[in-house]
């Protein structure tokens, strides 16, 4: 069965045309969340040459879909970043941001929670939390890393798997309550400390080491508090596979789609812009139009229609208000942002949904990003310099 989706995932992408981006919505799983990066055991998805220099590689990781388009000069080259990109991946939530394995630093952070004694987080969390902590300010706390005992309530990842109904069930209010009252980003503290000469931290390799030298930072979650990454895991990936495709020269220019988020790089051998279309909320096999694309752009989306369970004609999905732990109410069906950082792109789009487009779009403003919102009425509304690069197809 699994080989029959991906071999259709194969169909599907490769019918794209080449160095095309297709947006398929806000991802079918929270990033960093599930354990199904490494059910794969490290294969390679199926690929194909659609052009002279264009390859394209489908598979999963961070309990996602992730497609690559790669403009490479030879297969051999394409196929060795390809696998290094899922390398990458894989081990983002294998180490850092997976909530369910036992491996990473997110469990263990969270198998501290209330114990006073902290623990000690490697730097690229420690600044991934920062950041996220400065969206909860920003954001008025509409954006939070500290709903895992909610979202694990709700049991979210349950429905990215199954998209099924069956067995779902509402949380009574006070296990609710409950469960809320252990969250909230205030509550949660980084400590930045100076390094102890000659200290090391263990099970880290030696270039982790040095480039964590200087300073080292300490998470306290207080009793019962649970760190859930879902919202900013896959802009981590973004951001760091930013970072390798700048690491090297030959991979002239790339399309990586991780669910809901997905990374332009570089450009196309004729010059052409990158076209990554925008899912139709109301009709998720179409787009409501199509963004033109030059060069580097993270591109992140957030929306109800992805991930959610229908019971009784109420529809819960996977975007929680922290201040009910209920899926937020919003306005918004689908909200798209652009952004040049990807860590920053992926939570500010999660914070967006929750705030609607008034406030959405002037937080966005406040982070140099681009943003479109597609309303439950069906209205668009967008940033400024979002109409310049997008064009309606509906
Ligand atoms: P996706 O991961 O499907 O692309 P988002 O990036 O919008 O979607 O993140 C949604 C995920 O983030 C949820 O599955 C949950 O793990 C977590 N989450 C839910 N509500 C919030 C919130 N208010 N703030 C931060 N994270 C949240
Ligand atoms: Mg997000």
Same mark, same amino acid.
């Given at each position: 069965?699994?080989?029959?989706?991906?071999?259709?995932?194969?169909?599907?992408?490769?019918?794209?045309?080449?160095?095309?981006?297709?947006?398929?919505?806000?991802?079918?799983?929270?990033?960093?969340?599930?354990?199904?990066?490494?059910?794969?055991?490290?294969?390679?998805?199926?690929?194909?040459?659609?052009?002279?220099?264009?390859?394209?590689?489908?598979?999963?990781?961070?309990?996602?879909?992730?497609?690559?388009?790669?403009?490479?000069?030879?297969?051999?080259?394409?196929?060795?970043?390809?696998?290094?990109?899922?390398?990458?991946?894989?081990?983002?939530?294998?180490?850092?941001?997976?909530?369910?394995?036992?491996?990473?630093?997110?469990?263990?952070?969270?198998?501290?929670?209330?114990?006073?004694?902290?623990?000690?987080?490697?730097?690229?969390?420690?600044?991934?939390?920062?950041?996220?902590?400065?969206?909860?300010?920003?954001?008025?706390?509409?954006?939070?890393?500290?709903?895992?005992?909610?979202?694990?309530?709700?049991?979210?990842?349950?429905?990215?798997?199954?998209?099924?109904?069956?067995?779902?069930?509402?949380?009574?209010?006070?296990?609710?309550?409950?469960?809320?009252?252990?969250?909230?980003?205030?509550?949660?503290?980084?400590?930045?400390?100076?390094?102890?000469?000659?200290?090391?931290?263990?099970?880290?390799?030696?270039?982790?080491?040095?480039?964590?030298?200087?300073?080292?930072?300490?998470?306290?979650?207080?009793?019962?508090?649970?760190?859930?990454?879902?919202?900013?895991?896959?802009?981590?990936?973004?951001?760091?596979?930013?970072?390798?495709?700048?690491?090297?020269?030959?991979?002239?220019?790339?399309?990586?789609?991780?669910?809901?988020?997905?990374?332009?790089?570089?450009?196309?051998?004729?010059?052409?812009?990158?076209?990554?279309?925008?899912?139709?909320?109301?009709?998720?096999?179409?787009?409501?139009?199509?963004?033109?694309?030059?060069?580097?752009?993270?591109?992140?989306?957030?929306?109800?229609?992805?991930?959610? =369970?229908?019971?009784?004609?109420?529809?819960?999905?996977?975007?929680?208000?922290?201040?009910?732990?209920?899926?937020?109410?919003?306005?918004?069906?689908? =909200?798209? =942002?652009?952004?040049?950082?990807?860590?920053?792109?992926?939570?500010?789009?999660?914070?967006?949904?929750?705030?609607?487009?008034?406030?959405?779009?002037?937080?966005?403003?406040?982070?140099?990003?681009?943003?479109?919102?597609?309303?439950?009425?069906?209205?668009?509304?967008?940033?400024?310099?979002?109409?310049?690069?997008?064009?309606?197809?509906?």
């Amino acid at each position: 069965m699994k080989h029959f989706f991906r071999v259709l995932l194969f169909i599907a992408i490769a019918a794209l045309c080449s160095g095309c981006g297709s947006q398929n919505g806000p991802g079918s799983a929270a990033g960093g969340q599930g354990g199904g990066g490494q059910k794969d055991g490290g294969k390679t998805g199926q690929n194909v040459r659609t052009a002279e220099t264009t390859w394209q590689y489908v598979d999963t990781a961070m309990g996602t879909v992730i497609q690559q388009t790669l403009y490479a000069p030879d297969e051999e080259t394409a196929r060795d970043f390809s696998l290094q990109a899922m390398e990458l991946l894989w081990g983002l939530e294998r180490e850092r941001l997976s909530w369910r394995l036992d491996t990473s630093e997110v469990y263990r952070a969270n198998a501290t929670s209330g114990s006073g004694e902290g623990f000690l987080l490697s730097r690229d969390l420690a600044e991934l939390l920062e950041s996220g902590m400065e969206l909860s300010e920003r954001s008025q706390g509409a954006f939070d890393m500290t709903l895992g005992s909610v979202t694990r309530l709700w049991n979210i990842d349950e429905w990215a798997a199954e998209s099924n109904p069956e067995g779902f069930q509402i949380p009574s209010r006070e296990t609710l309550a409950q469960a809320l009252s252990a969250c909230g980003y205030e509550k949660l503290r980084l400590e930045w400390e100076e390094r102890d000469e000659g200290e090391r931290e263990e099970g880290r390799g030696e270039e982790e080491q040095e480039e964590n030298e200087r300073e080292k930072c300490r998470i306290f979650l207080p009793e019962g508090m649970q760190l859930d990454l879902g919202a900013v895991g896959k802009g981590l990936g973004m951001s760091e596979l930013t970072s390798l495709l700048e690491g090297q020269s030959s991979i002239t220019g790339a399309v990586i789609s991780l669910g809901g988020s997905i990374l332009t790089y570089g450009s196309k051998p004729d010059g052409s812009s990158w076209r990554v279309g925008i899912t139709d909320p109301f009709d998720k096999s179409s787009n409501i139009g199509i963004l033109s694309l030059e060069g580097q752009w993270c591109i992140s989306t957030s929306g109800d229609y992805e991930r959610y =369970v229908e019971v009784d004609g109420v529809r819960y999905h996977h975007i929680l208000d922290p201040r009910t732990g209920a899926p937020a109410v919003s306005q918004v069906r689908g =909200v798209t =942002v652009l952004l040049k950082d990807g860590l920053l792109s992926d939570g500010l789009s999660t914070a967006c949904f929750i705030l609607g487009p008034q406030e959405g779009m002037a937080l966005a403003a406040e982070y140099g990003a681009e943003s479109l919102f597609i309303l439950s009425n069906g209205e668009i509304v967008m940033s400024e310099g979002m109409e310049r690069l997008f064009s309606e197809t509906r």
